[in-house]
């Protein structure tokens, strides 16, 4: 069985891409940071000698790439499940370079809005991601409701969210 749970924190924003053909799809790629559990070996100056996280990369297909471009930023923390794939290719420079990323099937908030480090993730704003595609807007924080859930805005289909 191949099967991954994990929990951390986006290390930057997703990046992206749509794929070419009859039918366009939306493929994110992003990075979680993910703590290693046990006690942190510190030297004396109390700094850490040791990494306390794994970088693990994830990419996500379909609507669940277009909900990550929508949704989620860097700093946030997210619970993502999926398998473990592995693959190789060769570079430019003739050497066979391994890969291994999760393919994620499920993937949601782990924080409430409020919790969030990184405070205002969740205000509009665009940016570009190739090709002129504008990111749309996000509801800002003043259209939350006081028990820390994000209002969804109207016009987002119920299928894109990540639970029913």
Do not use: H, W
């Not at 749970?5 to 990046?15: A, F, V, Y």
């Not at 297909?61 to 592995?86: C, H, K, N, P």
């Not at 595609?133 to 003043?142: I, K, T």
Request: aromatic share 10%; proline share 4%; hydrophobic share 30%.
């Amino acid at each position: 069985m191949n099967r991954v749970i994990l929990m951390g924190r986006l290390t930057r924003d997703p990046e992206v891409r749509y794929s070419q053909g009859e039918r366009s799809m939306a493929i994110a790629r992003y990075t979680l940071a993910v703590d290693r559990r046990g006690r942190r070996n510190q030297n004396q100056d109390g700094m850490d000698q040791q990494q306390t996280a794994d970088f693990i990369p994830c990419v996500a297909f379909d609507r669940a790439g277009e909900f990550a471009e929508r949704y989620f930023r860097q700093g946030m923390r997210v619970l993502v499940s999926g398998r473990i794939q592995t693959g190789s290719y060769t570079n430019r420079d003739g050497q066979k370079v391994y890969t291994t990323e999760v393919i994620v099937d499920d993937q949601e908030f782990a924080d409430s809005k409020n919790s969030n480090a990184g405070g205002d993730s969740y205000a509009g704003g665009s940016s570009s991601y190739g090709s002129g595609y504008q990111q749309p807007a996000r509801p800002a924080p003043s259209s939350a409701i006081g028990d820390g859930f994000m209002n969804i805005p109207d016009g987002v289909e119920d299928e894109g969210l990540p639970f029913n």
